[in-house]
């Protein structure tokens, strides 16, 4: 237990990102953060964490919304066809996961093409 605690490295940049991550993937409020349960565990494994409020964390999921969707925007100029569209973009994020052994994860665009009257999608990205 020694040799862990030692090696548990505290980084509130760290801890901010990882709550990000449980509102967005979890689907959980920005006001859990405010609940006593989850103070007293952060603090029951780290005493001198600085918690963030509500505000903070939902001002952080829109910057990380904000700074996506520029990256998305830039993947997107790449593809003259999309660029071109009449309509609208549907960009989708997919994860997987290959017999539970392998996460993969992929950004797509869907749209209707007008050449092939049809809807259509195009791999923008993914990461295996």
């Keep these: 237990i020694t040799a862990f605690a030692h090696g548990l490295m505290y980084s509130h940049g760290r801890l901010r990102y990882l709550l990000i991550k449980e509102v967005a993937l979890c ?40 700074i996506t969707k520029a990256v998305v925007k830039d993947k997107l100029k790449v593809y003259p066809l999309l ?25 797509n665009a869907i ?4 050449v092939k009257t049809a809807i259509d999608k195009i791999n923008l990205d993914m990461v295996p």
Aim: proline letters at 7%.
């Design 27 to 66: 689907a959980r409020p920005f006001a859990f953060v405010e609940d006593e349960p989850f103070r007293k565990i952060v603090r029951m494994f780290m005493p001198n964490a600085r918690l963030i409020s509500a505000n903070t964390l939902s001002k952080d999921v829109k910057e990380v919304y904000d």
């Design 111 to 114: 749209f209707f093409n007008p």
């Design 83 to 107: 660029s071109a569209l009449p309509g609208r973009i549907h960009v989708v994020f997919n994860g997987w996961a290959s017999g539970g052994k392998r996460l993969s994860q992929g950004l």
